[in-house]
C-alpha cells in the first residue's frame, strides 16, 4: 500500500494524523478556558462528554491517531537512520535551515508523551474511564463523581510537582507542534518560497497562543488549588451534590457521621422481650 510501502506515504500519514491532534489539542484548550471563567459550565461539559457513546467514538479515535503518529514517526526515524548508515555518526556542520526541532522531533514527541500518560492518569482514568469501569475517586475521604471535572483540577494541582511537570510537557509541545505545524504542509506539497514562511509564522503564532494558554490555566487552577476554591465555591459543591446523586454516590459529611455516631448506640441495645 502507498501509505506504508513509500517515504511520501507515511510522511502523509504523519502529517493528516498531526493535523487532526492539532484541532485536539486547540479543542482542549478552549475547554479548559470554561474552567477559568466558569467553573459550573466546565463540569458540564464533562458529564455531557463522559462515557457517552459519540464521546466513546471520539476518545477511540483520537487513540488511533495517536498510536499512528507514534508509530510513523518511529518507522520514518528508522528508516533515514537506515538510509544514513555510517554516515550518522560523521561529523558535518549543520545547516542553518535545519532547526533544533526538526533534529529533535522525536525526542520532543516522547517527552510528550510521557506528559500525556500523567495528565491521562490524572483526569481520563478518573473521568472517562471511571464511568466506564464503574468506579469512582476519593478526595479527603469523600467521593468524587467521573463528572465533577473541577475535582480533579483541585486533587491534580495541589500536588507541587503538577504545574512543573506540565509546563515541561508544554514547552516539548510548542517545539513539537511549531514546527509539525508547517512540517505537515510540505509533506502535502506547500513546499515553495513564498507559502512556507507564511506557514511558519502562522504555526508560531497558533502554536504560541495555544501553549501560551495552557501555561497560563496550570498557574490559575494551582493557585485556585492551594486555595481550595474548587472545594469550598457553594456552586461547585450543590454540583458535587447532584452529580453524586446521579451516580448514586453517598458522600459522607461530618454531619452524618455525627448522626451516626448518636444513633449507633440505639442500633446496638437489646430491645427487650414483649
Known sequence: MWLTSSSIGRKLVMALTG????LFVTFHVLMNTVAIFWPTAYNVICAFLGANWYALVASIGLGVLFVLHI??????????RRARGADRYAVTSRPPQVEWASKNMLVLGLVVVAFLVVHMIQFWAKMQLAEI???????????????SGTMFIQMAFSQVWTPIVYIIGFVALWFHMN???????????????VWMPRLKCIGCWWTTIVVGLFIAQAIVFTVNAHKDTYVTCPALQTQYEEFNQDMHLEAVTPAMEEADDAYAPLENADVPNE
Open 71 to 80: 508509530l510513523y514517526a518511529l518507522w520514518l526515524t528508522v528508516q533515514n
Open 179 to 193: 514546527h509539525g505545524f508547517w512540517s505537515m504542509f510540505q509533506s502535502a506539497g506547500w513546499n515553495n518560497s
Open 19 to 22: 493535523a487532526c491532534l492539532v
Open 133 to 147: 469501569c464503574q468506579f469512582h475517586a476519593e478526595y479527603a475521604g469523600e467521593p468524587v463523581s467521573p463528572q
